[in-house]
């Protein structure tokens, strides 16, 4: 029993041997592979670069083990160090940064996850508070330059960067109204803009002052208080209608001014 135990362990380890053996045969010949097509180790440069330029470099094997760059790289003059050394690294996720004037050191580069925006296609349809279609209202997606317009039945049609995008919709006469695309599908109905009008008054001298902000009482003649007086003369219809306004003819004489 214990001499056939002894023949099984024998085997297992010559089978392991062998295994061993032969990925390293497969390595080498990767190897190989990659020298014959003009390709280097990434351990290889940096020695060749060192006793080339007298320059240090310092790495630890984790960042250069597997790793292969173009064999040119092993000859970059003095000049062009730097920018050829970010050339080659690059691709294995790595920097070298000068420490000093013949020393560097190399990093790890980070790498950044990048997320592409999902284009969405939003219509919609804009109508007033009569719910009548509204032409010509602006579309656009706000912080974008990205816009378009209602046609003739009030619709539109606009590409965004996602659900998350907001519309902002203008128009002249309405308020305007911002909207979540949600899922693809925005209808809106735009309020009018009714703003309040303050009086304005012009003074004797061509100032225009609003009506609260005056100092003193004024007196008002709409129209229509004129238009009830049947007068031929307007000059006429005007007397005695404000208070310390005189209107007085000076002549007779057809055409003469008031005063």
Known sequence: MQKSFTKLCAVLCILLACAES????????????????????????????????????????AQVEGKWVAEKFARIPAAQLED????????????????????????????????????????GLVTDDQNQPLPGVSVHEKGTSNGAATNAQGRFSIRVAGSSSVLVFRSVGFATQEKSVGRGEVNVTMAPDVKELNSVVVTALGIKREEKALGYSIATLKGDQVATVKEVNVANALSGKVAGVNVRAVSSDPGAPYS
Not at 28 to 37: F, K, Q
């Open 22 to 61: 032969r990925a390293q045969d497969a390595m080498v010949r990767g190897n190989d592979a990659r020298r014959h097509a003009g390709m280097i180790s990434l351990k290889e440069m940096f020695t060749a670069l060192e006793n080339n330029l007298q320059v240090a470099f310092s790495y630890s094997a």
């Open 84 to 123: 050829q050394l970010s050339k080659a690294l690059a691709p294995a996720g790595l920097q070298a940064v000068r420490i000093s004037q013949r020393d560097y050191a190399i990093r790890t580069v980070a790498a950044t996850a990048t997320t592409k925006a999902v284009d969405l296609q939003v219509t």
